[in-house]
T-cell receptor, first 114, second 110 residues
Framework: NAGVMQNPRHLVRRRGQEARLRCSPM?????VYWYRQLPEEGLKFMVYLQKENIIDESGMPKERFSAEFPKEGPSILRIQQVVRGDSAAYFC????????????FGQGTRLTVV | QKEVEQDPGPLSVPEGAIVSLNCTYS??????FMWYRQYSRKGPELLMYTYSSGNKEDGRFTAQVDKSSKYISLFIRDSQPSDSATYLC??????????WGAGTKLIIKP
């Protein structure tokens, strides 16, 4: 049973470009969480999704950021018109049930905006 | 004031020492308390979680929750160099979201 898979592991984008981060949850998990981590800081919740539904996006910036978790395929975190401040590690976690007490994390995608 | 406070360290101790890592919080509604370990450039991994007040032991690790003081601790006995990592506390709010501490960087010196 493969763990949570995130790709790419590293992503470099120029200011103004789009970044697409992918997360494939563990087999049997239907809940996905996205977090952002800045250097020397804890994880900041961004969005919680179930298949085809956004449950809680209270941590998502109102502009430029969007997330989806389609019926088939990975969850996607999309950042449009990236700025330097978007540079961070983005982690995805999946869990088999609501609550996240059994959440397992992927290795993260490190986004660098130049 | 942050909802969860955690000293970022670094905390450096000799191999074999007992390590004490702590978090304080302000939201009395938190019910679940977790400790995650994160190695450099890796995703966090769940070490332990506890519900409400009390102690929970797992091998060399003991998690302690004191809800009256809004204080949680993780103790590591017989610390090993492989325990060197960042330890993050996390707490679950009423919306089932995890609220994270900033993490404490732990260094175990051989």
């Amino acid at each position: 049973n493969a763990g949570v898979m995130q790709n790419p592991r590293h992503l470099v984008r120029r200011r103004g470009q789009e970044a697409r981060l992918r997360c494939s949850p563990m087999k049997g998990h239907s809940h996905v969480y996205w977090y952002r981590q800045l250097p020397e800081e804890g994880l900041k919740f961004m969005v919680y999704l179930q298949k085809e539904n956004i449950i809680d996006e209270s941590g998502m910036p109102k502009e430029r950021f969007s997330a989806e978790f389609p019926k088939e395929g990975p969850s996607i975190l999309r950042i449009q018109q990236v700025v330097r401040g978007d540079s961070a590690a983005y982690f995805c976690a999946s869990s088999p049930s609501t609550g996240g007490t059994e959440a397992f994390f992927g290795q993260g995608t490190r986004l660098t905006v130049v | 004031q942050k909802e969860v406070e955690q000293d970022p360290g670094p905390l450096s101790v000799p191999e074999g020492a007992i390590v004490s890592l702590n978090c304080t919080y302000s939201n009395s509604a938190f019910q679940y308390f977790m400790w995650y370990r994160q190695y450099s450039r890796k995703g966090p991994e769940l070490l332990m979680y506890t519900y409400s007040s009390g102690n929970k032991e797992d091998g060399r690790f003991t998690a302690q929750v004191d809800k009256s003081s809004k204080y949680i601790s993780l103790f590591i006995r017989d610390s090993q160099p492989s325990d060197s990592a960042t330890y993050l506390c996390a707490m679950m709010d009423s919306n089932y979201q995890l609220i994270w501490g900033a993490g404490t960087k732990l260094i175990i010196k051989p």
